[in-house]
């Protein structure tokens, strides 16, 4: 038997009914003739889920995700088809919904437990070890208005995860608290996993993501795009949908003498690749069209984290390389080798402007993600050269 | 039935949103819950004074009578107000977590009827004094009072879902409720007894027929007659008036339970 099964799940938006309804809405739409205007959050959608697999859910902002997970959970009912779940639901998208400003953190995570549909007397039993999650031991007779809103957050992931459901649904809450809590959480959807649990996460980590899942559903515009392993789901988002459909936070500017027609992300065989190791070469290249004779361009490129750290930028020009003139179709490769960057997401942007910078003939900001893995277990963002020794004592 | 056994099912989390509603209202006061009582006792001290002051001699109008109408009165008010609120002011719940819709406005007639007790405490010794004190006593039938409390706290239930649900699909509920409440209030007997509208019944007799409907008429003059021993009244337009709401119980559920499955697209 399948945990959750959509068939032919479909959910419309009335586009008038957003905002708060008055009456006055209400009678016009009496007298209104003539079809309304319609938006379907999701449509269409049919699949279904073992038991006992961690289902990542990715796509762009607005494409249904969080409609997806409602129409699971119970909190919207669907326009039209069916949506089941096997077993008790839990879902991870109502952190601190339900909490009372006015009352105390002990009052709350009971009110909160209650809400989730846990027992009190596991409550009770679990209550010491709830708040040593959260830490928030000596906080926690104050009233939750008085929490900043990591504690706050804290302590609500704390009570849900004392949940024991058989389907756990997850919306993007792994990005809340610091590193510290977040890893905290981490190990606790890995307890569930472990457990047998059927997980769905929603997140735009996508390299969380792709360590966790045993399988992506990649959803656009209210459909089920994609089905399959993480990895190439993920590849497909970023390669088609993210760089095109201008879902990403992309910036593109210039004259366009020179165009920048394709880029191609090449991996150290050679084959097209969103996912880069980190130690191996990466190659970039640059397909180009120039509109007339263009005398010493400069070609640019720069990185950025997932989160837009700015990392690093270089161009032909720092590195003392005069290209004497372009015309018509080219191509310029850049190889990075080797890639000293970590696991994440992070963005490439390319740039051709003039020898003296005045001219920006095409500039794409942020236009190309790309995932890094790094499988020897280092942390942080880059690789630094490093090594340790023993030094006789002074 | 379906709503008796999940409420059944929920009543833990039942409980909990309505010690939430009264933990919550009083936290940061000085005087806490003793406001329940205070609030209705200066509101019952003030139409007495003004009746007293406005209506002259002639009027005969018993401190006991209002202190009960004022109280049973009060109720009512506190399950519309909050059962109003009971989505539009958990949005964030109603969104995001999947319970029985039913149990926001029913902990909100919980609450209620939690500070209705508490004024009872209060009442009953005041009355049983007052009569006392114009040489009656509080009659035996003050024992039957539960049943009527129960009937009282279903009749709010219905009123808090009609009122809870309308608010989520027009927010000119709120308004209409605010003018409702006081049109309701004077055609009530709250702050004078049925006796009062004696000489309009005279004159109109479907006026006072209709009068009767008004559930809230034969509740308050329900809590009167069996605290203070006033005549019971049993028209056919009061017996009618204690039944409708009884019928109209299956509508207002169906019509809740059709109208919940859209709160989370509206709020």
């Known amino acids: 038997m399948n945990a959750i099964e959509a068939q032919g799940l479909g959910k419309r938006y009335r ?371 490093s090594a340790w020794e023993a030094r006789p004592a002074p | 039935m379906q709503a008796l056994i999940t409420t059944w099912r929920h009543r833990e989390l039942l409980w909990n949103l309505a010690s939430r509603d009264l933990k919550g209202r009083y936290k940061d006061s000085v005087l806490g819950l003793l406001w329940t009582v205070l609030a209705p006792l200066f509101m019952a001290a003030i139409y007495i004074f003004f009746l007293r002051l406005l209506g002259g001699r002639g009027l005969q109008i018993s401190m006991a009578d209002i202190i009960i109408g004022v109280f049973a009165w009060q109720f009512t008010v506190q399950c519309v107000t909050s059962g109003m609120a009971a989505f539009t002011g958990n949005a964030n719940l109603v969104k995001k977590v999947f319970f029985p819709r039913i149990l926001l406005p029913m902990s909100a007639v919980l609450a209620a009827l939690v500070n209705f007790l508490l004024m009872l405490v209060v009442q009953l010794p005041l009355i049983a004094f007052l009569l006392w004190h114009s040489g009656g006593m509080l009659s035996v039938w003050t024992l039957a009072l539960p049943v009527l409390i129960v009937y009282h706290t279903f009749f709010n239930l219905l009123l808090a879902l009609a009122i809870s649900a309308a608010n989520v699909y027009f927010r000119d509920t709120q308004h209409l409720v605010g003018l409702g409440l006081s049109a309701w209030f004077f055609v009530s007997p709250v702050m004078y007894p049925l006796a009062f509208i004696h000489d309009l019944a005279q004159k109109w007799p479907w006026l006072e027929n209709l009068y009767q409907l008004n559930p809230l008429t034969v509740i308050i003059t329900g809590y009167r007659t069996l605290q203070t021993g006033a005549p019971l009244v049993l028209t056919p337009a009061a017996i009618a008036g204690w039944l409708w709401p009884l019928a109209a119980a299956a509508l207002v559920f169906w019509l809740f339970d059709r109208a919940q499955r859209n709160f989370a697209d509206l709020l």
């Open chain 1, 15 to 385: 586009k008038a009914g957003i905002g708060a309804p008055t009456l006055r809405d209400a009678l016009k739409r009496c007298f209104r003739r003539g079809p309304m205007e319609d938006f379907w959050a999701v449509r269409n959608l049919s699949f279904a889920i073992e038991p006992g697999r961690t289902i990542g859910v990715i796509g762009p902002n607005g494409s249904g995700k969080s409609s997806l997970l409602g129409l699971i959970a119970g909190t919207i009912t669907p326009t039209e088809g069916t949506v089941r779940a096997y077993g008790r639901i839990s879902s991870l998208l109502e952190l601190g919904a339900g909490f009372h400003p006015n009352l105390s953190g002990r009052e709350n995570v009971f009110l909160n437990a209650a809400i989730l549909g846990i027992q009190r007397a596991d409550v009770l039993k679990r209550f010491d070890a709830i708040v040593e999650f959260a830490g928030l031991r000596e906080f926690i007779d104050m009233p939750v208005k008085h929490y900043s809103s990591g504690m706050y957050v804290r302590l609500a992931f704390a009570v849900a995860v004392e949940m024991n459901p058989d389907v756990l649904l997850v919306d993007e809450v792994l990005a809340v608290g610091d590193t510290a809590f977040q890893n905290k959480c981490l190990n606790r959807i890995l307890d569930f996993k472990r457990r047998g649990k059927t997980i769905l996460l929603v997140s735009h980590a996508l390299e969380t993501v792709e360590q966790f899942c045993d399988e992506v559903l990649l959803i656009n515009k209210g459909q089920l795009v994609r089905r399959g392993p993480p990895g190439e789901v993920i590849f497909e988002y970023l390669h088609t949908l993210l760089a095109h459909v201008g879902m990403l936070n992309v910036e593109e500017y210039g004259t366009h003498e020179v165009e920048i027609r394709k880029v191609r992300l090449l991996d150290r065989a050679g084959q097209e690749s969103v996912r880069f190791t980190t130690g191996e070469p990466m190659y970039v290249d640059v397909h180009y069209h120039a509109q007339r004779r263009i005398e010493n361009p400069v070609f640019g490129f720069s990185l950025k984290t997932g989160n837009g750290i700015y990392l690093f930028g270089s161009n032909t020009q720092l590195l003392n390389q005069r290209i004497a003139a372009i015309e018509g179709d080219g191509v310029m490769r850049l190889t990075i080798n080797p890639l000293t960057l970590m696991a994440g997401r992070f963005l490439l942007s390319l740039a051709i402007h003039s020898w003296d910078h005045s001219v920006q003939y095409h500039r794409q900001e942020d236009c190309y993600p790309f995932l890094v893995q790094d499988d020897r277990g280092h942390h942080g963002i880059v690789q630094l050269q």
